[in-house]
């Protein structure tokens, strides 16, 4: 298929949308008549609608050049979100009904999200799903950027964070940690190769961590 690399990005959102909502419905279901079945509701809309926000990107890659900089980060990348996030929807939580722990999660992933695209709208015109450099690309220091070098992907992780919190099993949780956090990483040092030819980008990253402040 001719341009398959700019396709993809689309192609998984659809797949991904398809895929919450079958696992959705199949949830509230089960959850019908408990106090965790508005909240699972709302929370899985709110997830669908993040998607929806960001295909708007997706559709950008179509027509795009290849890259062969990304290095296949894009696909591991999806991989770890969906199984993070099909996880929690389709295996059973022990928690039956709505508690503390849920309203952590939910607010940490109201929270992460609007971080994350704050950050997204900030880079503007600069952002993108697969790695690429722009012409013109420009270092942008300005508002999340000016605390953390990749915000963006500080909100991915810790939306999904929430997510795993809300939708509590030990298979979520432990792909969130062993399978998302290390692909965003992954994501992270293979995107800093290409950002590391732009100038200024260097000076830029000398005051200020990746992902966490004062940490890495």
Known sequence: MKNLQGQLPIILSILFLGSISAATYQRVQVLHGTTLWAPTLFFAGLYLLWLLLESKVATKEIGQTETRIDKYSLEIYAASRAVVVLTGLLIPSRMGEFGVLHAIGLLL??????????????????????????????????????????????????????????????????????????????????EEVALFKIPGYGDYARTRKRLIPFVW
């Open 109 to 190: 992933f109201v929270a992460a999200l609007a971080f994350r695209l704050t950050a997204i709208r900030r880079l503007g015109q600069f952002y993108s799903h697969r790695v690429r450099v722009k012409e013109g690309h420009q270092i942008i220091s300005e508002g999340p950027y000016n605390f953390v070098r990749h915000p963006a992907y500080t909100g991915m992780i810790l939306s999904h964070l929430g997510f795993a919190l809300f939708f509590l099993n030990p298979w979520t949780l432990s792909l969130w940690a062993i399978f998302h956090v290390p692909a965003v990483v992954y994501r992270i040092l293979v």
